[in-house]
């Protein structure tokens, strides 16, 4: 189960955030805060239900 593109340039910019690199306006940053976490709620979820399923489903 490899990650995404999507979810690999996700962590980039959750690093880059946590390192204050994407510096800008509060609201802003919480927007992208909120959307990450958004994210890895969603992509924790699919993986989830992903290993709920048996093999050869």
Known sequence: FGASPAFE???KL??????GDL???DERGQALADHLHH???ALAD???QA???P???
């Open 39 to 41: 994210l890895k709620q």
């Open 14 to 19: 959750e690093a880059l955030a946590a390192r």
């Open 9 to 11: 340039e996700t962590l």
């Open 46 to 48: 699919l993986v989830a």
């Open 55 to 57: 093999d050869g489903e």
């Open 23 to 25: 510096t800008g306006a």
């Open 51 to 53: 290993q709920a399923v």
